[in-house]
């Protein structure tokens, strides 16, 4: 018999229902150590926490994370607020004691994501950050293909996020949907939103990334305040494009936008090494395209391989051959190797210092943006 591991979720938005799903199915797919139980929801808003809370089954409510992370009962924090609240409630939660999971990006900033780090080293806390693509089945795969070396050298990383919903200028910014575009509450626009993600990855499948040169753009310079009711100057970056340079010697393009008319979120990237390359699209997130050229040249070409079968990563646990899974369940995976890993006492990543390296280049993205001179990472 899994024990029991009370989860506190705090913020009901969309990220605080893709979080409390995952708790609500790994343990009938997965059968990890612990079994989560949710425990209680957290949000000041008490009418939606109460909504939130008899919609997915938390036993309680509280409107006051103070008063959740004072509670003996509950051991697994799981920060679904935005941004600008990581920092203050992860080391809240680390002094606590408690486990935490927090969402993307880790921070503000590289100094805030530093004190978050030292915080949960501190009280030697497990901790991992939600930068969830990592675990849909195909990315993963892709993960096993680069360490197997299959690829060879690798020469070129090319990764874009792509979105349209912010085009009308009609569209206001901040408050419960639209933070992500106050840049007080979100601390950049596409790049801590969307490229976090494609750094995420690329850093994991093909190592550090030493050096960036960028360009943003804020395309509607002023928007109305949901809060204030006031039009005010907009501080995100609309729109990013970066080149990188990896430690490995690899050289990468990034792009990411919310104004590219027709894209809701085409999340692609491509690798091409000296022997083999793939491709991945999260419009079709269940395939991985690889191009090997050790085959024969007579049937050499781009396959398309449907990622169902048992065994590729974390299928066996779903249903069978040929039948696929989609968004939610990387966040799924997620907790399920989180449970394994606090089972087993080995971190799992991305963890707080792993999340602090995507927030680096973040950083040194938006520096560089600034000067449009190349910048070195950290
Ligand atoms: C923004 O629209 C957003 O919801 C991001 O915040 C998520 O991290 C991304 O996965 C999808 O797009």
Same mark, same amino acid.
């Given at each position: 018999m899994s024990k029991p591991l009370n989860v506190g979720v705090i913020g009901c938005g969309f990220m605080g229902r893709t979080h409390t799903n995952a708790y609500k199915k790994v343990y009938s797919f997965f059968k990890p150590p612990f079994k989560p139980v949710l425990k209680a929801i957290c949000d000041t808003n008490a009418d939606k926490a109460n909504a939130f809370a008899e919609t997915w089954g938390f036993e309680s409510v509280e409107t006051d994370w103070r008063k959740l992370l004072a509670? %003996? $009962?509950? $051991?697994i924090v799981d920060i679904c607020t935005p941004n600008n609240t990581h920092k203050e409630l992860a080391i809240a939660a680390a002094e606590a004691g408690k486990m935490i999971i927090c969402e993307k990006p880790l921070a503000m900033n590289t100094a805030e994501g530093q004190e978050m780090v030292a915080a949960v080293e501190k009280a030697g806390v497990p901790n991992l950050v939600s930068f969830n693509y990592r675990r849909v089945p195909a990315v993963t795969l892709a993960k096993n293909l680069i360490d197997s070396g299959r690829l060879g050298r690798i020469f070129h990383y090319r990764s874009v996020f792509l979105q349209d919903w912010t085009i009308s200028s009609d569209l206001p910014q901040g408050g419960d949907s639209l933070w992500r575009l106050d840049v007080k509450v979100a601390g950049s626009g596409v790049t801590g939103d969307l490229l976090a993600h494609c750094i995420d990855t690329a850093i994991w499948l093909n190592g550090p990334i030493k050096s960036v040169t960028a360009m943003t753009e804020t395309f509607i310079k002023q928007r109305k305040h949901t809060q204030t009711g006031k039009v005010e100057e907009v501080g995100i970056d609309d729109a990013c494009a970066f080149m990188a340079r990896f430690a490995n010697g690899s050289l990468a393009v990034f792009e990411s936008t919310r104004y590219a008319r027709g894209h809701k979120a085409l999340y692609t990237f491509e690798i091409n090494g000296e022997k083999a390359s793939i491709a991945w699209d999260l419009h079709d997130l269940h395939r991985l395209s690889y191009f090997d050229h050790r085959d024969e040249s007579i049937v050499r070409g781009w396959r398309s391989i449907h990622?169902? $079968? #048992?065994? &590729? !990563?974390? &299928? %066996?646990?779903?249903?069978? !051959? #040929?039948l696929q899974i989609g968004y939610e369940h990387s966040f799924v995976h997620q907790v399920a190797d989180f449970l394994e890993g606090v089972d087993k006492k080995q971190p799992v990543g991305p963890t707080f210092r792993d999340a602090l390296e995507t927030q680096k280049v973040c950083d040194a993205i938006l520096a560089s943006a600034k000067t449009g001179q190349w910048v070195e990472v950290g």
């Amino acid at each position: 018999m899994s024990k029991p591991l009370n989860v506190g979720v705090i913020g009901c938005g969309f990220m605080g229902r893709t979080h409390t799903n995952a708790y609500k199915k790994v343990y009938s797919f997965f059968k990890p150590p612990f079994k989560p139980v949710l425990k209680a929801i957290c949000d000041t808003n008490a009418d939606k926490a109460n909504a939130f809370a008899e919609t997915w089954g938390f036993e309680s409510v509280e409107t006051d994370w103070r008063k959740l992370l004072a509670r %003996k $009962d509950i $051991d697994i924090v799981d920060i679904c607020t935005p941004n600008n609240t990581h920092k203050e409630l992860a080391i809240a939660a680390a002094e606590a004691g408690k486990m935490i999971i927090c969402e993307k990006p880790l921070a503000m900033n590289t100094a805030e994501g530093q004190e978050m780090v030292a915080a949960v080293e501190k009280a030697g806390v497990p901790n991992l950050v939600s930068f969830n693509y990592r675990r849909v089945p195909a990315v993963t795969l892709a993960k096993n293909l680069i360490d197997s070396g299959r690829l060879g050298r690798i020469f070129h990383y090319r990764s874009v996020f792509l979105q349209d919903w912010t085009i009308s200028s009609d569209l206001p910014q901040g408050g419960d949907s639209l933070w992500r575009l106050d840049v007080k509450v979100a601390g950049s626009g596409v790049t801590g939103d969307l490229l976090a993600h494609c750094i995420d990855t690329a850093i994991w499948l093909n190592g550090p990334i030493k050096s960036v040169t960028a360009m943003t753009e804020t395309f509607i310079k002023q928007r109305k305040h949901t809060q204030t009711g006031k039009v005010e100057e907009v501080g995100i970056d609309d729109a990013c494009a970066f080149m990188a340079r990896f430690a490995n010697g690899s050289l990468a393009v990034f792009e990411s936008t919310r104004y590219a008319r027709g894209h809701k979120a085409l999340y692609t990237f491509e690798i091409n090494g000296e022997k083999a390359s793939i491709a991945w699209d999260l419009h079709d997130l269940h395939r991985l395209s690889y191009f090997d050229h050790r085959d024969e040249s007579i049937v050499r070409g781009w396959r398309s391989i449907h990622v169902t $079968d #048992g065994d &590729m !990563p974390y &299928m %066996k646990h779903w249903w069978v !051959p #040929g039948l696929q899974i989609g968004y939610e369940h990387s966040f799924v995976h997620q907790v399920a190797d989180f449970l394994e890993g606090v089972d087993k006492k080995q971190p799992v990543g991305p963890t707080f210092r792993d999340a602090l390296e995507t927030q680096k280049v973040c950083d040194a993205i938006l520096a560089s943006a600034k000067t449009g001179q190349w910048v070195e990472v950290g």
